[in-house]
């Protein structure tokens, strides 16, 4: 197993007139290789206990295990952590500083110590794998667009060969053809390197698709955790914390509830249309 | 590191102090320190305390915060207190190697150290208890004699409170960048001086262009809705003097005697 969250909980602003906890008791295994989407409204903490795997934030209480190894024991080497466990945050504009995208995804592995060759190769093979090519390399990373300053934020993440790849909000801001390529390509990595992928988001619908689990999160705990079709089934009670479920889930159970003999376990489009024309069919057979 | 800062921070209670007009407290505050620069006595120094006690008291806010501010001068007081100590002239009382420590010495070191201690905890009530927004509507209003004078008071209030209410939202942005560049391996804590300088360009251009972006956008946004600059405007909530304000000028006028008296009275 990859990364395991032990009862940890976390306060902003201890000991001022404004604390207010964030995560309260979290408990979270991950396995390598998994697809994980971690879902929630604004506000729910999903942020902060990303911030948590990689050592930017520490837990008020509570352990967190890298490949078994503690990472708050005395001595542990967080900047190799860090390495290991990517973080891409929301804002691009928050990490492009450099003069233009090719040194700016450099700027990982060169922290990284890596000699100056094997730096760029990595650059190179990154900012492929994002798609964005040749021609962007000497383009000023504020030229960009919104949806090719987050490929170019997370190729900077990337260009390190981290062993887990987290992604907060990553298509927030995006129009639905940026917001499918970006997924469809991380999805891609995740099955090619194997790497352990979370999806931080508040939208069920961009998540539902790829992910082979969902944590749901509210007010700093977790509600449900389980693969997409489980925690769909709790679409009432998702609906209480503000979050719902795709729309498929609704059309099915709509027809279900109208006496339609319908599979009601599909989320996807493609799999509610296959379960539709099973239902459709069987019906003819009567 | 950036959680110390106190001073500019609001801390919601409603209290007396709360309540005042900002003029009033800025007054206040003014005559507050000014009075802490008369004082040469242990009477004076009592009276200070005590009116700084209540105030304190009223506000209802925990001492702690007061405190809190201090420790950004906790240096500036040792050197102080050191030089006053040994260089004052006087009667000497005890004498180290070549260093000369006086009666004079030691009093002048306490009062400094009470002076300085007692003046940021005083400027720091005034900003806990005030939100930065009524404080720049207390300094514009208090000020607007000096309109007559061609002294633009209006833009100038407008600018402090544009810059008090975006120092909250640089500091969390720092933050954010902070973190994000770390999480690509930059270090910002070990190496040399200009390693550190050098370390810090990740940090800043985003920091820059994020503030200029934020600037360009609250310009537009003001002028979409119309502003101008001070002419003609008017306020939803102008300050007007409420009793309670009289009360309080008639408090400070009264502790301004106490220690004006307790000064001549005894001259230490």
New interface residues.
Partial sequence: MSIKIEHVSYSY?QGT?YEKKALDDISLEIPQGQFVGIIGHTGSGKSTLI?HL?G?MRASSGKIYFHGEDIYREGYDM?AL??KV????Q?P?????EVDVFSDVC??PR??GLPPEEVEARAREALDQVGLGEPYYKKSP?ELSGGQKRRAAIA??LA?HPEVLILDEPTAGLDPRGRDEILDQVAALQKERGMTVLLVSHSMEDVARYVERIVVMDDGRIRFDGTPKKVFAHYRELEEIGLGAPQTVYVLRGLAEKGFPVNTEATTVEEARDAILEALGRRNVC | MLKDITLGQYYPRDSVIHRLDPRTKLVGTLVFLLSLFLFRSFACCLVATLFLGAVIRASKVPFGFMVRGLRSIMVLLAITMFFNLLLTPGIPVLRIWKLTVTREGILQALFMAIRLIYLIIGSTVMTLTTTPNHLTDGMEKGLAPLNRLHVPVHEVSMMMSIALRFIPILMEETDKIMKAQMARGADFESGGLIKKAKNLVPLLVPLFVSAFRRANDLALAMEARGYRGGQGRTKMKPLIYQKRDYGAYLILAGYLVCICAAGILSPL
Avoid: D, T, W
């Fill in positions: 602003g007139a911030q990689n930017l900047r860090r390495s990517g973080l891409v945050f804002y504009e928050h990490q492009l500083f700027f990982g922290n990284l504020f900077g993440i390190m």
